[in-house]
């Protein structure tokens, strides 16, 4: 039997690719605090995937467009004076789900295909979808590593990044841009809904053990990886979604992460106390 033609093979794969590429990313969205903007880029994906759904096009190019629209909508809002992020992506994300959720109520009901979108179906990813999301990888590994300083000096000084010559709002715009491409990528595993528990936990929790980044990278890779892996072995060994246990195996590492922690802090100040 050919590799590619076995599903668990393919999921497999598939968990690992989206793992490395949720981990690259993650680091970025959690050192910049840029979760929420992640929540509603994944929201703002749906509409898109509906309106393709509609018009018979692929589902994936309504998600990069109608998140691209979001990104660049929340980067020009937030440079205006007094505007505050949170409130221009909110207003954003909730009118970019309610846009989906009138489109839905033109159609007789959710399809199959659509449903997977929205909470992932990573048994059924084709060879193509691993092609897409090894791509993705390729191109968000590219530009993290091309672009790291400008990146970082938009993303931690942009007054010293202008006063360098770099455009920290293009800057901005690019890692947004990435964002959404990895949003996007790693719908087919787990759905729209659930993909920022896959971008935000292994990284966090990354954070929890390093403050240095590359360390902090190289750990959300592997959180995000084992936390794939983890949530497809429960799923086909106990029947259960996958995506869903997949997101819950994310986030019982950040929670893991944090008790080791707290156990660790409050061992080292016990042994601090003079007897």
């Known amino acids: 039997m050919n590799w590619w033609d076995d599903v668990m093979h393919r999921a497999v794969a598939e968990v690992i690719l989206a793992g490395a590429l949720t981990g690259l990313i993650g680091v970025q969205v959690v050192v910049r605090r840029l979760s929420f903007f992640t929540l509603a880029l ?14 018979g096009v692929n589902l994936l190019l309504g ?41 839905v109520a033109t159609q007789s009901g959710f399809s199959r295909d659509l449903s997977s979108f929205l909470v992932g179906s990573i ?26 300083r400008p990146l970082m000096y938009a993303g ?11 455009a920290a709002g293009g800057w901005d715009v690019v890692l947004l841009l990435t964002v959404q491409l990895v949003v996007v990528a790693v719908v087919p595993a787990v759905g729209t809904i659930l993909a920022l528990s896959l971008i935000v936990a292994p990284a966090a929790a990354a954070r929890l053990w390093s403050d240095r ?14 936390s794939g892996l983890a949530g497809l072995f429960v799923s086909s060994r106990w029947n259960l979604a996958a995506g869903a246990s997949i997101s819950l195996a994310a986030t019982a590492v950040l929670a893991i992460s944090w008790g080791l922690q707290r156990l660790t802090a409050t061992v080292s100040a016990a042994r601090a106390v003079p007897a």
């Open 42 to 55: 994944t929201h703002a994906t749906f509409p898109g995937v509906v309106a393709a759904s509609i018009i």
């Open 63 to 103: 998600g990069v467009v109608t998140g691209a629209v979001v990104a660049l909508g929340v980067a020009a809002l937030t440079r205006r004076r007094g505007q505050d992020a949170a409130a221009a992506t909110g207003v954003l994300v909730s009118g970019g789900f309610a846009l989906g959720a009138a489109l």
């Open 123 to 148: 048994l059924t990813v084709s060879a193509g979808d691993l092609v897409s999301t090894a791509g993705a990888l390729a191109v968000v590994a590219i530009v993290l590593l091309v672009c790291a």
């Open 156 to 166: 931690f000084d942009p007054v010293g990044a202008r006063a360098a010559g770099i």
């Open 213 to 226: 980044l590359p360390v902090m990278t190289a750990l959300a890779v592997l959180f995000a990886v084992a």
